[in-house]
């Protein structure tokens, strides 16, 4: 079992920044892909970004490339998604999700955390 706890959305202008904070539990991180997903209103779940569990394969959706970095540390077991630029198309719910090794299925999910950008 894994738990994940992210942390970090809130209320942010046009072109401003966040960053969200993705704190694991229960199993060695360094085993998991993490991922970050989102789900606008009345949208389905998207993938945002992943990245590899020794930090060294990361991938994006092409709507945020560029303006989104994901990255991790293993030590302290918690990823997170640095957002820059953001837009109002960027409002959503972030979900953190893991995957064991390189599997592209994510078994584990956080509770969410709500971006929402103004214009």
């Known amino acids: 079992q894994v738990q994940l706890v992210e942390s970090g959305g809130g209320l942010v202008q046009a072109g401003g920044s966040l960053t969200l904070s993705c704190a694991a539990s229960?199993?060695?991180?360094?085993?998991?892909?993490m991922g970050w997903f989102r789900q606008a209103p009345g949208k389905e779940r998207e993938f945002v970004a992943a990245?590899?569990?020794?930090?060294?394969?990361?991938n994006y959706v092409d709507s945020v490339k560029g303006r989104f970095i994901i990255s991790r540390d293993n030590a302290k077991s918690t990823g997170y998604l640095q957002m820059n630029s953001l837009k109002p198309e960027d409002t959503a719910v972030y979900y953190c999700a893991t995957a064991l090794g390189s599997s592209n299925r994510y078994d584990y999910w956080g509770q969410g955390t709500r971006v929402t950008v103004s214009s």
């Open positions: 990245i590899r569990g020794n930090g060294g394969t990361t």
């Open positions: 229960g199993r060695p991180f360094s085993w998991y892909t």
